[in-house]
């Protein structure tokens, strides 16, 4: 399927100046909207066009936007002040594309990878009914006991981060090295010059870190519909802090998938074959949960509930656990869903 890539400018309420850009295909309408919540340091245009051109050529109209700082966005390279910022930001963004007459029948998808994974579960907690579900891809919801830093140490830096908020001065290993298992694109991605490189600065560290523990604190008000999937061998975020999203997460839709030998970036720096593996678990997820809805966004017609959802049954990788209701559902979302989108 041919794709259409575009791309524009828009002012956060903050007069930032942020870059966005879609993905839509060419040979009929999308049948349902991805929005692209990006990792940190991380941008759309670039490290993000292979997730786009793949689910916008499985037909999905697909959305992104580069956080303040990040990207083509404005801003103070990698600086973030505040992280309800960025929510706001996309937000504001996302629901815009939405309220598009030719989008108001369409089903809605939040895709997060590692840091937007916590943009995107914001994004949820902020309007619980309005999301039809989400893609987590290594998310960051949760601090692991391996990482955690000492109270003391945070406290100490929690006093002078208004004194030298933006200085780099927060340790880290070599992000790339530790994410990207493939060296062809671990090159790549370290050459693009849009992603941030350096060390963190400290008051971003600190949003970060506080955003995870208040996630952590959380992670039984999810709600929706989800899919998250980790690499076993990821150390750049913990697989167990997927494993607890899926055990304490509240929805009754809900599936898990652990990639063996696989690294951080499931989706930009496996090898070609595990790239589509993943893919292909990650549309059928979508394919299985998308829907038309009537233009007042109220229910359709009922269909029959498949007795088994299956997720990527011919890649190598481990057993999928899966959770669904069981009750019917239909064309347009779960039974009793209201006017506004419950996942409930």
């Not at 006991?145 to 000492?150: A, G, I, W």
């Not at 008000?221 to 899919?227: A, E, Q, S, T």
């Not at 030998?261 to 299985?288: C, K, R, S, Y």
Request: hydrophobic share 35%.
């Amino acid at each position: 399927m041919d794709v259409e890539y575009q791309e524009e400018y828009i002012r956060s309420s903050r007069g930032v100046q942020l870059f966005t850009c879609r993905w839509l295909p060419l040979s009929s309408p999308p049948k349902a909207l991805v929005f692209l919540c990006h990792g940190y340091g991380m941008e759309c245009s670039g490290f993000m066009k292979g997730c786009g051109t793949r689910l916008a050529t499985a037909g999905y109209g697909v959305h992104g936007i580069d956080y303040e700082g990040h990207g083509r966005s404005m801003g103070a390279r990698c600086y973030i002040k505040k992280f309800d910022h960025i929510v706001a930001d996309c937000d504001r963004f996302f629901k815009s594309i939405c309220e598009l007459e030719e989008n108001r029948t369409k089903s809605r998808f939040l895709y997060g990878e590692s840091m937007g994974g916590a943009v995107a579960l914001l994004l949820h907690r902020k309007d619980p009914t309005f999301w039809d579900g989400a893609v987590l891809v290594a998310p960051m919801c949760k601090i692991s006991e391996k990482v955690k830093p000492h109270p003391v140490v945070v406290n100490l830096l929690t006093r002078v981060e208004e004194i030298i908020p933006k200085w780099k001065i927060v340790p880290t290993k070599d992000v790339i090295d530790s994410a990207f298992k493939d060296p062809i694109k671990r090159e790549e991605i370290r050459s693009n010059k849009l992603i941030y490189q350096d060390k963190p600065r400290l008051k971003t560290a600190l949003e970060l870190l506080r955003t995870s523990m208040d996630l952590e604190d959380s992670l039984s008000k999810v709600k929706l519909p989800f899919f998250v999937l980790h690499g076993e061998a990821d150390t750049v975020t913990d697989p167990e802090v997927s494993r607890a999203l899926y055990e304490r997460a509240g929805s009754s839709d809900k599936t898990i998938k652990l990639y063996p030998g696989m690294w951080h970036g499931l989706t930009a720096g496996e090898p070609d074959d595990n790239v589509e593996a993943v893919f292909a678990d990650i549309v059928a997820w979508l394919d299985q949960h998308s829907c038309r809805w009537t233009h007042d966004r109220t229910r359709c017609p009922e269909k029959p509930e498949p007795d088994i959802i299956t997720i990527g049954s011919d890649s190598p990788t481990s057993p999928v656990k899966t959770r669904r209701p069981r009750h019917r559902v239909f064309l347009c979302g779960w039974k009793g869903r209201t006017q506004h989108h419950s996942a409930m």
